[in-house]
């Protein structure tokens, strides 16, 4: 079983910077590969970006390509999400996730099995 937990959600002005990041429990994190989705009220939950468990692979959605970064620290069991210059249609409840089994299923978040409680990103025009 692993818990996730997000944290550094917030309101910023379009134009502004976050950084999310997103602690696992758990001693074999690097195993996972782990995954932001965000969902924004009355649409569905998206995908946003992934990255391997070693770190070495990060993929994204192509509405936050060049401007979000995943990245991850195995030996502080946290993976982040680096957000620049964010714009009012990024603003959505982040969810950071995993599946038991470390399998990277890209967009489809029906496979993941484990979810944090999400964070609120606001972004202000």
């Known amino acids: 079983q692993v818990q996730l937990e997000e944290s550094g959600g917030g309101l910023v002005q379009a134009g502004g910077s976050l950084r999310l990041s997103c602690a696992a429990s758990?001693?074999?994190?690097?195993?996972?590969?782990m995954v932001w989705f965000r969902q924004a009220p009355g649409k569905e939950r998206a995908f946003v970006a992934a990255?391997?468990?070693?770190?070495?692979?990060?993929y994204y959605a192509d509405s936050v390509k060049g401007r979000f970064t995943i990245s991850r620290d195995n030996a502080k069991n946290t993976v982040y999400l680096q957000m620049n210059s964010l714009k009012p249609e990024d603003t959505a409840v982040y969810y950071c996730?995993?599946?038991?089994?470390?399998?990277?299923?890209?967009?489809?978040?029906?496979?993941?099995?484990?979810w944090g409680q999400g964070t609120q990103v606001t972004v202000s025009s």
């Open positions: 758990g001693r074999t994190f690097i195993r996972y590969a």
């Open positions: 990255v391997s468990g070693s770190g070495g692979s990060a």
């Open positions: 996730a995993a599946d038991r089994g470390g399998r990277y299923y890209g967009s489809n978040y029906y496979e993941y099995d484990y």
